[in-house]
DNA sequence: ACGATGATGAAC
DNA sequence: TTCATCATCGTA
């Protein structure tokens, strides 16, 4: 089973979407140019990885999203159609990648703070090479950054639910538990170069 | 425990 | 235009 997440399985509640994530696959596509008996080759390899921990921002009243002031340039895309990405600088250094959840006009997103062996949420995009190039496109092959089902089943059993990390300053939105992530290591979690036409 | 780092949004 | 803040991380 291997099948491409859509905008229909984003457009749901955004709790509930962050813990489904958990087992579903972040694959990056990587093109090269090669050198191959004279001629320049296309060549495209997939890597997959396992994602094992997101944390959901949902709706205006979420005083820890970016969303909890209105919309901006910056956060136009949460308010926006679901199954795109949101992608933003952080800290000056590090660019974190949202998941857009939520129809037009409602703003949500989840954040992919790890997946495969990668954890920490700036680690991971560094290692998949993922900046704000992808900010507000569609999560899909054309992108080169999409999820996918490949009939991974987490149990609740090994599911943690913890507060978000980082939102102290949310008030009465700091303690609830927005952060889902996976307990125990759970095989395969990575997948590197899948079979892919150029 | 803290500094690097620079974009962001609000205040002025 | 200035200023405080910040969905982090590496070093200590």
Not at 69 to 94: D, E, H, I, Q, S
Not at 121 to 136: C, H, M, Q, S, V
Not at 143 to 169: A, C, M, N, Q, S
Request: aromatic fraction near 10%.
């Amino acid at each position: 089973m291997r099948k491409i997440l859509t905008s229909e399985f984003f457009d749901r509640d955004a709790k509930k979407i962050a813990r489904e994530l958990l087992g579903k696959y972040l694959v990056r596509r990587h093109h090269s140019l090669i050198r191959e008996n004279k001629r320049i080759m296309k060549r495209g390899r997939n890597d997959a990885f396992m994602i094992t921990e997101t944390e959901a921002y949902d709706g205006p009243r979420d005083k820890a999203s970016h969303a909890s002031r209105g919309k901006t340039k910056r956060n136009a895309p949460m308010f926006g159609l679901p199954g795109r990405w949101y992608v933003y600088l952080c800290y000056g250094t590090y660019e974190m990648l949202n998941i857009v959840i939520g129809k037009g006009g409602y703003p949500a997103a989840i954040l992919i703070r790890g997946a495969g062996s990668h954890k920490g949420p700036g680690k991971l995009t560094k290692a998949l090479r993922i900046d704000r190039e992808f900010n507000n496109k569609i999560a899909d092959k054309k992108t080169g950054l999409w999820i996918e089902d490949r009939g991974v089943k987490i149990f609740p059993k090994d599911i943690i639910r913890t507060p978000r990390v980082g939102v102290h300053y949310a008030k009465e939105w700091a303690g609830k538990p927005y952060r889902f992530l996976i307990k125990n290591k759970i095989q395969p979690l990575v997948m590197k170069g899948t079979k892919a036409k150029p």
